[in-house]
């Protein structure tokens, strides 16, 4: 199975604060990477799907880059209602497996 | 407005089984791929089994392979999963998720998990 790892598995940050969380996998998975936000007591929601494409509807503060191994998720300036856990999935071989999470907190 | 509901979660015996339902409504729902993921209290999200459209393909995690079977119902617009020889550490609220593609282990393109319901929590206890 691919590993996904993630990096810093929490971190503080304020708001208007610009946040970058890092995905790194145990193969190439070109830029089969989708990364999901979740907050507490919800399901998980799509923020970014092949490495780099905006979900509809999600905001513009969040971007995604990154291809091979190295992914980044960025939120250019962090709102209120950004503060959550995140995860990076690769689709690029079955099982589809997550990361571990990066808690994002005030 | 795309949905999808669990249900079926509860208390459980080691050794015993369940069987997990989703309901789906307002998409076509024999045009995607299903899948079950699963999380632990306090960690993070594990993908358990996957469906592709037709049923012609399906897949399990390492973890439930031989214990659990992922099955849908077209007609019925729902997808189910039997759990046997259940074990503590399956104890999770099961989340079901919509795929953004027709095969579940189609890898063409960065298909992912468009909508998830609430989830229906499993607690596998003595």
């Known amino acids: 199975d691919i590993q996904m790892t993630q990096s810093p598995p929490s971190l503080s940050a304020s708001v208007g604060d610009r946040v970058s969380i890092t995905c790194r996998a145990s193969?190439?998975?070109?830029?089969?990477l989708n990364w999901y936000q979740q907050k507490p007591g919800k399901p998980p929601q799509v923020l970014i799907y092949g490495a780099s494409t905006l979900q509809s509807g999600a905001p513009s503060r969040f971007s995604g880059s990154g291809s091979g191994t190295d992914f980044t998720l960025t939120i250019r300036s962090l709102q209120a209602e950004d503060f959550a856990t995140y995860y990076c999935?690769?689709?690029?071989?079955?099982?589809?497996?997550f990361g571990q999470g990066t808690r994002v907190e005030i | 407005e795309v949905q999808v509901v669990e249900s079926g979660g509860g208390l459980v015996q080691p050794g015993g089984s369940l069987r997990l339902s989703c309901a789906a409504s307002g998409f076509t729902f024999d045009d995607y791929a299903m899948n079950w993921v699963r999380q632990a209290p306090g960690k993070g999200l594990e993908w358990v089994s996957g469906?592709?459209?037709?049923?012609?393909?399906?897949g399990y995690a390492d973890s439930v392979k031989g214990r659990f079977t992922i099955s849908r119902d077209n007609a019925k617009n729902s997808l189910h999963l039997q759990m046997n020889n259940l074990k503590p550490e399956d104890t999770a609220l099961y989340y079901c998720a919509k795929d953004t593609g027709t095969y579940y282990d189609s890898t063409l393109a960065s298909y992912f998990f468009d909508s998830w319901g609430q989830g229906t929590l499993v607690t596998v206890s003595s």
């Open positions: 469906i592709s459209w037709n049923s012609g393909t399906k």
């Open positions: 999935q690769q689709s690029y071989k079955i099982p589809r497996t």
């Open positions: 193969q190439t998975i070109s830029t089969h």
